[in-house]
């Protein structure tokens, strides 16, 4: 007991001569403990008489470099979403090549329309004596039998149009699937009038307006990219203009038939007619190589949307006259009829309408033209 006593004693001894844990740190000292507990003086006896280790002095940090100023970034386009799909949704118009340009000087295209320039272009507009135009053998479809009957022999004031007859028509969708635009169905009138049998091509263009602003460039096809000003200066050229949109839809419909497409309101037949997104291959094509419609007008529905001399409102429809609407006496857009080769079905019924700014333009784009029928026989 007593040489256990005198051991404790020594080792308490040797733990006072100790150095404290940290001693010689330069900057903070951790200081020693002030209470050793049995814990500690077991620790201390397996090492007995062991000396500290002075600390190191520790090495000062180093200097940071200063970050480097980031580059502005760029405004990002903004991107739509398919709600239901989650893919880019890319609106019917403007598309996404859309090419602003400048329209021509708007007196001089008043000028040009008033006068219908024709003291400068009587070789171009108005040809020696009528040629006659029949419609020939069309395709069987609705309203055939009533075009057969009627037996009448269209002719065109000037190579390539169709004569249609004045009437009455029903001009609007009844249907349910029909945008706000295209209602209410309402009765319209209209006098006679010539339209171009097919689109206008781009050698057809090209050779009144001396370039081709074409996207899809090739022999026959028909003339896209044109905004509204460039297709009303062609055709006023020519001394013709641009058809109402209520004369466009009379022509689509054959003359007030009640088909969904013009030609056909059987979807399984549409692609005989048009050409739409499914049998396009993503781009247009020759004017005329489908069948045409009851009365023999090709491409009405599908190839290129057609502009018309119209400005655009929705609500257009609820105040039209019956007898030769002519649109709005202002707006912000035109309106475009028919549909494209880049367009679903829907898209190319006879009743759908949509717009675009007149100074725009771009490949799913083109036009025909119209022609009074009392100008024939001057």
Known sequence: MIAATIAALFLIHKCSDMPQRGAGLTGTVQEAKEDVSIDDLVSLDEKPGQPGQPGQVGQPGQVGQPGQVGQPGQVGQPVLLDAQKGKPFVPMTPPPELIEVKPP??????????????????ALAYRPAPVLKSVGTVPA????????????????????????????????????????GEAPAHEVCLDGFYLDMKEVSQEEFMEVMGSNPSRFKGAGLSVESVSWFEATRYCSLLGKRLPTEAQWEYAAHAEGLDNMWSGTSDLSSLEFYAWIRSNSSGKPHEPGRLRPNEIGLYDMSGNVREWVSDWYNEQYYSESPVVNPVGPEEGVDKVLRGGSWDDLPRYNRVSYRTRLNPEFKNSRNGFRCAFDKEEAGR
């Open 105 to 122: 000087v708007v007196s001089d295209l008043k000028a040009d329309l008033k006068a219908g320039l024709k003291e400068d272009t009587d």
């Open 141 to 180: 479809g609705a309203g055939l039998e009533r075009a057969a009957a009627d037996g009448i022999a269209r002719k065109a004031a000037t190579t390539g149009m169709v004569l249609l007859q004045e009437g009455c028509f029903v001009m609007g969708s009844h249907h349910g699937d029909a945008f706000e």
